[in-house]
Structure formats: C-alpha cells, structure tokens
C-alpha cells in the first residue's frame, strides 16, 4: 500500500511542478507584454531640432568627444542651447539625480553631468526665464567606455499640474522620456 500511496505523492508533486512552471511561463510573459507597453519606443530626434522638455527648451547642436586637459577622464560633451519657458528663474540642477538627459552607451552608465555656461565657462547654477542660453553639457566618459562606440541620449520632460494630489496647488512632477538621439560621437580636434 505505500507503494500506491508514494505514486500518488510523486504524481502529485510532479503536476504541482508543472502546473506551478506553466503558471510562471504565463506569468513572464504577461510582465514582458506589459514592460513593452511601458517603454514607449521614442522618436528620434536630430541635432539642431527644438525640444520641449516641460520647464526648458532644449536644442542640441552638437556631440563630441573631449580629452581632458588634466589628469582626469576624458568626457562626452553635449553643446546645446537651453531656454527656461517658465516665468520663474529655475534651478539648473533638473532634479536629483540629473533628469534632462540620460547617456548609456550599451550597458555602461554615465553618471550626473556639468553644466557650463558658454559665455562666462562657469557652471549653470540658475536659469533665467526666456534668456536662450547657450551652454555645455559634458559626462565623464566612464573607464569601460570604448573610442568609436555608439551612444544613446534619452531625453525627458517633467510634467506640470495645475492641482496636484497632495498640496492642492500647481507644481511639476515626475519625468517621463520623450525622444532620443543614437550616436557615435565625434573626437574633439
């Protein structure tokens, strides 16, 4: 009798493990379907072409590679002009961490840029509204990144509601990618 009682255990488990596997097969695939949906893909933007990205107004002019001047790393430069479109001077730090743009190159992650002013070459602490400004924004190019290889920009907007949920009045939230730029950056002469 235990023979048939220990038949019945395993053929019992072994529905279990199946069923329990099905069950998880169904389940990634309903989160892959969901994920999809999720990540938007972008449009992609060209070099020289306006975007608004909620506070701001961004055209990027151009992409290079710089070698440091120091003992630093070399670093990836995005020359672009920036326009607050608010009636309010803005903080130029654009949320904590850095949320304008983003920069992956395969799996490598920049870190936070610098943002330079153009005329003065002194960092962007303020924005001023409707003063076009032209500045630079610059990465330091991580260690496992490799000359000639390709890099993907995404830029985000940042959201305004009149009303929000929890103080009742307008503010901006959270960030959300709009369009991105693929390339692979050009050496600085």
């Given at each position: 009798?235990?023979?048939?009682?220990?038949?019945?255990?395993?053929?019992?488990?072994?529905r279990?493990?199946?069923?329990?596997?099905?069950?998880?097969?169904?389940?990634?695939?309903?989160?892959?379907a969901?994920?999809?949906?999720?990540?938007?893909?972008?449009?992609?933007?060209?070099?020289?072409?306006?975007?608004?990205?909620?506070?701001?107004?961004?055209?990027?002019?151009?992409?290079?590679?710089?070698?440091?001047?120091?003992?630093?790393?070399?670093?990836?430069?995005l020359?672009?002009?920036?326009?607050?479109?608010?009636?309010?001077?803005?903080?130029?730090?654009?949320?904590?961490?850095?949320?304008?743009?983003?920069?992956?190159?395969?799996?490598?992650?920049?870190?936070?840029?610098?943002?330079?002013?153009?005329?003065?070459?002194?960092?962007?602490?303020?924005?001023?509204?409707?003063?076009?400004?032209?500045?630079?924004?610059?990465?330091?190019?991580?260690?496992?990144?490799?000359?000639?290889?390709?890099?993907?920009?995404?830029?985000?907007?940042?959201?305004?509601?009149?009303?929000?949920?929890l103080?009742?009045?307008?503010?901006?939230?959270?960030?959300?990618?709009?369009?991105?730029?693929?390339?692979?950056?050009?050496?600085?002469?």
């Open positions: 009798m235990t023979t048939g009682q220990t038949s019945l255990i395993r053929r019992g488990a072994r279990a493990l199946a069923a329990s596997g099905i069950v998880a097969a169904l389940l990634y695939g309903w989160w892959q969901i994920d999809a949906a999720r990540t938007p893909n972008l449009p992609e933007v060209k070099l020289g072409a306006p975007m608004t990205l909620g506070r701001v107004a961004l055209t990027p002019l151009s992409l290079q590679v710089r070698e440091s001047s120091g003992d630093g790393p070399p670093s990836f430069v020359s672009a002009t920036l326009e607050n479109v608010t009636g309010e001077t803005q903080v130029a730090s654009f949320g904590s961490p850095f949320r304008l743009i983003t920069v992956k190159a395969d799996n490598v992650e920049f870190g936070n840029p610098k943002i330079t002013l153009l005329r003065d070459r002194q960092d962007l602490f303020q924005l001023q509204p409707r003063m076009p400004e032209a500045v630079e924004i610059a990465w330091q190019l991580p260690k496992e990144w490799r000359s000639g290889e390709s890099l993907s920009l995404t830029f985000f907007r940042q959201q305004f509601k009149l009303e929000d949920n103080y009742g009045r307008s503010s901006w939230l959270g960030y959300s990618p709009v369009a991105r730029i693929a390339v692979t950056p050009e050496t600085a002469p």
